[in-house]
C-alpha cells in the first residue's frame, strides 16, 4: 500500500475554485463548490456516484460552461487560454482517436501540446504499454486505455493535472501500481493532480488532501486528520478516523 | 506555460489520419470512378453517335462542344458525390472527435475554433481533390481518343465542383457542430438539400422572387460552371455560403461555451453572411470560358449592343412553365443581361403555366421598349430579339462571321469501362490495404 506523503506543501494555492455552479434545466448539479488546489499535491475529489464529481470537472477543464463561479489563479480569475496554460484534463470514458495506434496518439498529444518527450519512455514504462505501442485505441481494453490515457496525461505540459476517475477500470494491482505512479510524479517541483475518485479506499491510498463532494455540494476540505476534526466540531466525531468513516459523518 | 506554436501542423496531420480511417472515405472514393464511368461512358457514346458514329447521319455534332456534351454529364458524377457522399464523410469527420472524446482533449490545445476548423476544411478539400482524380481521368482518356479540350471551359466545370463541393462539407460540418448525434447531422444536412431542391420547384412553378433565390441554391450555381459561364455574384455567395457554413462549425465545437452565447454569434454570423450576401447579389461581372461562348451573343453583336446607352424594358407575357419563356430566358435575356447593365426585365403572367392563358390575346406577347419607342413580338429566338432590339436604337445589325463548327469525334470509349469499373477501384483497394498495413 502506497503511504499517503506528509509533506508540507505552499500554503498559496496554484488555482481555486471558488462558488462554482452548474445547472441541468431544475437540476444543480454543483451547487457553489469552493476548494483550492496547492501547488505540488495531489487533491482528491472525494464523492459517490452522482455527487457531482464529473460536473465539477467539466467545468475545471473547460469542457462545460460555468453557470455562476470562477476559477482562479492567483486570484484573479483565469482567461480560458490561461486555464488551458494551467491544467491539463482527462475526462472519464473516453476512446480518443479508436482507429489509431497507441503510440500515434502519444506522438500526436505530445506534438500538439508540445509536452516533454524526454519523459516519453519512462511514462510508458511506468504504465507498461511498451508491448502495446502498435495497437489501436478502440482495441483496447478498459484498463488498457485508462493507462494509455493517464501517460498521454503525464506527458502534458501543464503543471496540474486534473483526471476524472483514473481508477475506474483498472483491476487492484493496477490500481496500485498506477497510484504510485502518479505518486512519484507529484509533489513541490513536480506534478499538481486533481483526481476524482469514487472509490474512497482508492483515495486513501493515494491523495494528500480530500474534498468532500455529495449532492453537488462541497461538505469538507482538507487532510484527513483535518476532516476528523471537522467531523468531530459538528458533533459526529468518528472513533477510528479512516478516510470512509469520516466521508460517512459529513455527508 | 507557453504551448508551442505548431500544433496546426500536428492537427492538420492528424484530420488527415483521421480521414483515411473513416470507411465513409474510402466508400466515398470507391464510388467515385463508377459514378463518373458510368456519366463518361455514356457522354462519349452519345456524343459518338451524334458526331456519326454507326452511321448516323454526318454532320449532325459539328456544332457539338466538348463542354456541354462531356464535359458537364462526365462531372454531373461529382453534384452526385458532393450530395449524397461527401457531408457525410465531413460528418464523420466532425462528429468522431466528439462522439470518441477527442474533443474534449483537442479543445484544451490554446488553438482558435477557426483555426481547428481550418485544418479539417483543408483535409476536406485534399480528399475533395483527389477524389477529382476521378474525372480527371476522363479528360486524359478523352484527349487519348483525340477529343478536344479547351482548358479554360474545363477549368470552371472544376472550379464549379470545387466551390459545391465546399458548401456540401461545410453544411456537413456545422451540422455536425450544432447537433449531438452524427445520425441527426446527416438527417439536418438531407433537409437542407432537399430545401434547396424545393426552392427550384417553386421557382419554376411561381418565378419571380424564388427565381432568384433559386439562382444561388448549389445545383443552379453548378450548372452555370457546368456552361462555362463563371459569375462573380455566384462566387462570392458560394464563398459567403462556405465560410458561413464553417464558422457556425467552429462556434458550435467549442463544449465550454454557452449555449446561449453560442446562439448570439451564430445569429452573428447569419446576419454578417446576409450583408455580404445581398450585395453580392448585385455584382455584375462575368466571364464567359466556354470555347464556342454560348452565355454570349457574338463580339460584333456585344459591341453592338453595348452602344445603347439608354435603359431597355423588356416586359414577357409568359407564364413561369411555359417552355418559350425558359428558351427565351436561357438563350436571350441572360445574355443580354450580360452585355447591358441598364436592361429591365419583368415577367407577366396570372398562371404558372400558362395553359389557360392562350385564350388571353395578349399572352405570349413579348415588348421591348426604348428611348419611349415600343414594339411587340411573339418571337423567342435571339435573333428575333437582337433585331427587334437594334431596330428599336436604330442599329444596323452587325454581320456575324463569327461560327463555332465545334469538334466532333466519332469514337467510342475505348477502355473507359476497364478504367473506371477496374482500375479505378482496384488503385483504391490497393491505397486502403496499403494505408491500413502501414498503420
Same mark, same amino acid.
Given at each position: 500500500?502506497?503511504?499517503?506523503?506528509?509533506?508540507?506543501? %505552499?500554503?498559496?494555492?496554484?488555482?481555486?475554485?471558488?462558488?462554482?455552479?452548474?445547472?441541468?434545466?431544475?437540476?444543480?448539479?454543483?451547487?457553489?463548490?469552493?476548494?483550492?488546489?496547492?501547488?505540488?499535491?495531489?487533491?482528491?475529489?472525494?464523492?459517490?456516484?452522482?455527487?457531482?464529481?464529473?460536473?465539477?470537472?467539466?467545468?475545471?477543464?473547460?469542457?462545460?460552461?460555468?453557470?455562476?463561479?470562477?476559477?482562479?489563479?492567483?486570484?484573479?480569475?483565469?482567461?480560458? %487560454?490561461?486555464?488551458?496554460?494551467?491544467?491539463?484534463?482527462?475526462?472519464?470514458?473516453?476512446? %480518443?482517436?479508436?482507429?489509431?495506434?497507441?503510440?500515434?496518439?502519444?506522438?500526436?498529444?505530445?506534438?500538439?501540446?508540445?509536452?516533454?518527450?524526454?519523459?516519453?519512455?519512462?511514462?510508458?514504462?511506468?504504465?507498461?504499454?511498451?508491448?502495446?505501442?502498435?495497437?489501436?485505441?478502440?482495441?483496447?481494453?478498459?484498463?488498457?486505455?485508462?493507462?494509455?490515457?493517464?501517460?498521454?496525461?503525464?506527458?502534458?505540459?501543464?503543471?496540474?493535472?486534473?483526471?476524472?476517475?483514473?481508477?475506474?477500470?483498472?483491476?487492484?494491482?493496477?490500481?496500485?501500481?498506477?497510484?504510485?505512479?502518479?505518486?512519484?510524479?507529484?509533489?513541490?517541483?513536480?506534478?499538481?493532480?486533481?483526481?476524482?475518485?469514487?472509490?474512497?479506499?482508492?483515495?486513501?491510498?493515494?491523495?494528500?488532501?480530500?474534498?468532500?463532494?455529495?449532492?453537488?455540494?462541497?461538505?469538507?476540505?482538507?487532510?484527513?486528520?483535518?476532516?476528523?476534526?471537522?467531523?468531530?466540531?459538528?458533533?459526529?466525531?468518528?472513533?477510528?478516523?479512516?478516510?470512509?468513516?469520516?466521508?460517512?459523518?459529513?455527508? | 506555460?507557453?504551448?508551442?506554436?505548431?500544433?496546426?501542423?500536428?492537427?492538420?496531420?492528424?484530420?488527415?489520419?483521421?480521414?483515411?480511417?473513416?470507411?465513409?472515405?474510402?466508400?466515398?472514393?470507391?464510388?467515385?470512378?463508377?459514378?463518373?464511368?458510368?456519366?463518361?461512358?455514356?457522354?462519349?457514346?452519345?456524343?459518338?453517335?451524334?458526331?456519326?458514329?454507326?452511321?448516323?447521319?454526318?454532320?449532325?455534332?459539328?456544332?457539338?462542344?466538348?463542354?456541354?456534351?462531356?464535359?458537364?454529364?462526365?462531372?454531373?458524377?461529382?453534384?452526385?458525390?458532393?450530395?449524397?457522399?461527401?457531408?457525410?464523410?465531413?460528418?464523420?469527420?466532425?462528429?468522431?472527435?466528439?462522439?470518441?472524446?477527442?474533443?474534449?482533449?483537442?479543445?484544451?490545445?490554446?488553438?482558435?475554433?477557426?483555426?481547428?476548423?481550418?485544418?479539417?476544411?483543408?483535409?476536406?478539400?485534399?480528399?475533395?481533390?483527389?477524389?477529382?482524380?476521378?474525372?480527371?481521368?476522363?479528360?486524359?482518356?478523352?484527349?487519348?481518343?483525340?477529343?478536344?479540350?479547351?482548358?479554360?471551359?474545363?477549368?470552371?466545370?472544376?472550379?464549379?465542383?470545387?466551390?459545391?463541393?465546399?458548401?456540401?462539407?461545410?453544411?456537413?460540418?456545422?451540422?455536425?457542430?450544432?447537433?449531438?448525434?452524427?445520425?441527426?447531422?446527416?438527417?439536418?444536412?438531407?433537409?437542407?438539400?432537399?430545401?434547396?431542391?424545393?426552392?427550384?420547384?417553386?421557382?419554376?412553378?411561381?418565378?419571380?422572387?424564388?427565381?432568384?433565390?433559386?439562382?444561388?441554391?448549389?445545383?443552379?450555381?453548378?450548372?452555370?460552371?457546368?456552361?462555362?459561364?463563371?459569375?462573380?455574384?455566384?462566387?462570392?455567395?458560394?464563398?459567403?455560403?462556405?465560410?458561413?457554413?464553417?464558422?457556425?462549425?467552429?462556434?458550435?465545437?467549442?463544449?465550454?461555451?454557452?449555449?446561449?452565447?453560442?446562439?448570439?454569434?451564430?445569429?452573428?454570423?447569419?446576419?454578417?453572411?446576409?450583408?455580404?450576401?445581398?450585395?453580392?447579389?448585385?455584382?455584375?461581372?462575368?466571364?464567359?470560358?466556354?470555347?464556342?461562348?454560348?452565355?454570349?451573343?457574338?463580339?460584333?453583336?456585344?459591341?453592338?449592343?453595348?452602344?445603347?446607352?439608354?435603359?431597355?424594358?423588356?416586359?414577357?407575357?409568359?407564364?413561369?412553365?411555359?417552355?418559350?419563356?425558359?428558351?427565351?430566358?436561357?438563350?436571350?435575356?441572360?445574355?443580354?443581361?450580360?452585355?447591358?447593365?441598364?436592361?429591365?426585365?419583368?415577367?407577366?403572367?396570372?398562371?404558372?403555366?400558362?395553359?389557360?392563358?392562350?385564350?388571353?390575346?395578349?399572352?405570349?406577347?413579348?415588348?421591348?421598349?426604348?428611348?419611349?419607342?415600343?414594339?411587340?413580338?411573339?418571337?423567342?429566338?435571339?435573333?428575333?430579339?437582337?433585331?427587334?432590339?437594334?431596330?428599336?436604337?436604330?442599329?444596323?445589325?452587325?454581320?456575324?462571321?463569327?461560327?463555332?463548327?465545334?469538334?466532333?469525334?466519332?469514337?467510342?470509349?475505348?477502355?473507359?469501362?476497364?478504367?473506371?469499373?477496374?482500375?479505378?477501384?482496384?488503385?483504391?483497394?490497393?491505397?486502403?490495404?496499403?494505408?491500413?498495413?502501414?498503420?
Amino acid at each position: 500500500m502506497v503511504e499517503a506523503r506528509t509533506a508540507d506543501y %505552499p500554503s498559496f494555492p496554484l488555482m481555486s475554485i471558488n462558488n462554482l455552479t452548474k445547472r441541468y434545466g431544475f437540476v444543480t448539479a454543483a451547487d457553489h463548490v469552493s476548494f483550492s488546489i496547492r501547488e505540488g499535491e495531489i487533491l482528491g475529489l472525494i464523492g459517490p456516484n452522482g455527487s457531482g464529481k464529473t460536473t465539477v470537472f467539466e467545468c475545471i477543464g473547460g469542457v462545460a460552461p460555468l453557470d455562476e463561479g470562477a476559477i482562479l489563479g492567483n486570484g484573479k480569475p483565469l482567461t480560458a %487560454p490561461e486555464r488551458n496554460s494551467i491544467l491539463f484534463y482527462l475526462p472519464d470514458a473516453i476512446t %480518443p482517436w479508436p482507429a489509431q495506434s497507441i503510440g500515434w496518439a502519444l506522438d500526436f498529444m505530445l506534438g500538439l501540446f508540445g509536452g516533454d518527450g524526454t519523459l516519453s519512455r519512462e511514462v510508458v514504462d511506468c504504465f507498461e504499454l511498451s508491448g502495446l505501442m502498435h495497437r489501436r485505441m478502440g482495441e483496447l481494453s478498459k484498463g488498457q486505455r485508462k493507462r494509455v490515457l493517464l501517460a498521454i496525461g503525464l506527458l502534458m505540459p501543464q503543471p496540474l493535472f486534473v483526471a476524472d476517475e483514473p481508477f475506474e477500470g483498472l483491476d487492484l494491482r493496477q490500481t496500485r501500481e498506477i497510484a504510485g505512479t502518479l505518486r512519484s510524479f507529484a509533489g513541490p517541483g513536480k506534478r499538481t493532480m486533481l483526481l476524482s475518485i469514487h472509490q474512497i479506499s482508492d483515495a486513501a491510498r493515494v491523495c494528500d488532501r480530500f474534498v468532500l463532494l455529495s449532492e453537488g455540494k462541497v461538505r469538507g476540505e482538507g487532510t484527513l486528520a483535518e476532516l476528523s476534526e471537522l467531523a468531530a466540531s459538528r458533533g459526529r466525531a468518528v472513533k477510528e478516523p479512516s478516510l470512509e468513516e469520516v466521508f460517512l459523518a459529513l455527508t | 506555460m507557453r504551448l508551442r506554436s505548431s500544433g496546426f501542423w500536428w492537427l492538420l496531420s492528424k484530420e488527415w489520419a483521421e480521414l483515411l480511417s473513416s470507411w465513409v472515405w474510402w466508400v466515398f472514393l470507391l464510388l467515385m470512378g463508377p459514378l463518373v464511368g458510368v456519366s463518361f461512358v455514356s457522354a462519349v457514346h452519345t456524343y459518338a453517335e451524334a458526331s456519326g458514329l454507326h452511321g448516323t447521319s454526318a454532320g449532325v455534332g459539328e456544332a457539338f462542344s466538348p463542354l456541354v456534351g462531356i464535359w458537364a454529364p462526365t462531372f454531373s458524377a461529382c453534384e452526385v458525390a458532393a450530395v449524397f457522399l461527401l457531408p457525410f464523410v465531413a460528418i464523420r469527420l466532425m462528429a468522431g472527435d466528439r462522439q470518441s472524446g477527442a474533443l474534449k482533449l483537442e479543445l484544451q490545445h490554446p488553438m482558435s475554433a477557426f483555426t481547428r476548423i481550418a485544418a479539417k476544411a483543408l483535409v476536406l478539400l485534399a480528399g475533395w481533390l483527389i477524389a477529382l482524380l476521378a474525372p480527371m481521368m476522363a479528360v486524359v482518356l478523352w484527349k487519348s481518343y483525340g477529343g478536344s479540350i479547351y482548358a479554360p471551359e474545363v477549368a470552371t466545370v472544376i472550379l464549379g465542383h470545387v466551390l459545391n463541393a465546399g458548401i456540401a462539407a461545410a453544411l456537413g460540418c456545422a451540422t455536425a457542430s450544432i447537433a449531438e448525434h452524427p445520425a441527426t447531422a446527416a438527417i439536418l444536412t438531407l433537409t437542407v438539400t432537399v430545401g434547396s431542391w424545393i426552392v427550384t420547384f417553386i421557382a419554376a412553378v411561381h418565378g419571380g422572387f424564388w427565381e432568384q433565390i433559386d439562382d444561388y441554391t448549389p445545383t443552379l450555381m453548378v450548372a452555370e460552371f457546368q456552361h462555362g459561364l463563371i459569375r462573380l455574384d455566384v462566387l462570392l455567395i458560394a464563398a459567403a455560403f462556405i465560410l458561413a457554413g464553417f464558422a457556425l462549425a467552429a462556434i458550435w465545437m467549442r463544449l465550454g461555451v454557452a449555449v446561449r452565447r453560442r446562439v448570439y454569434e451564430s445569429v452573428i454570423v447569419a446576419v454578417i453572411a446576409i450583408i455580404v450576401i445581398f450585395p453580392s447579389a448585385f455584382a455584375r461581372p462575368t466571364w464567359d470560358m466556354s470555347e464556342n461562348r454560348m452565355n454570349s451573343f457574338s463580339r460584333d453583336d456585344e459591341q453592338a449592343l453595348s452602344r445603347i446607352r439608354s435603359p431597355l424594358r423588356i416586359e414577357v407575357h409568359l407564364a413561369p412553365e411555359d417552355p418559350r419563356r425558359v428558351d427565351l430566358e436561357n438563350r436571350t435575356l441572360a445574355k443580354l443581361r450580360r452585355v447591358m447593365p441598364r436592361v429591365h426585365i419583368e415577367y407577366v403572367s396570372a398562371t404558372s403555366i400558362g395553359l389557360f392563358e392562350q385564350a388571353n390575346p395578349g399572352y405570349g406577347e413579348i415588348w421591348y421598349e426604348l428611348e419611349g419607342h415600343r414594339t411587340m413580338t411573339r418571337a423567342v429566338t435571339p435573333e428575333a430579339a437582337l433585331d427587334t432590339i437594334y431596330g428599336l436604337a436604330g442599329i444596323t445589325p452587325p454581320s456575324n462571321d463569327e461560327t463555332f463548327r465545334g469538334h466532333p469525334l466519332a469514337v467510342p470509349p475505348w477502355g473507359a469501362t476497364i478504367v473506371f469499373y477496374g482500375v479505378w477501384p482496384l488503385a483504391v483497394a490497393v491505397w486502403f490495404i496499403t494505408e491500413r498495413r502501414l498503420r
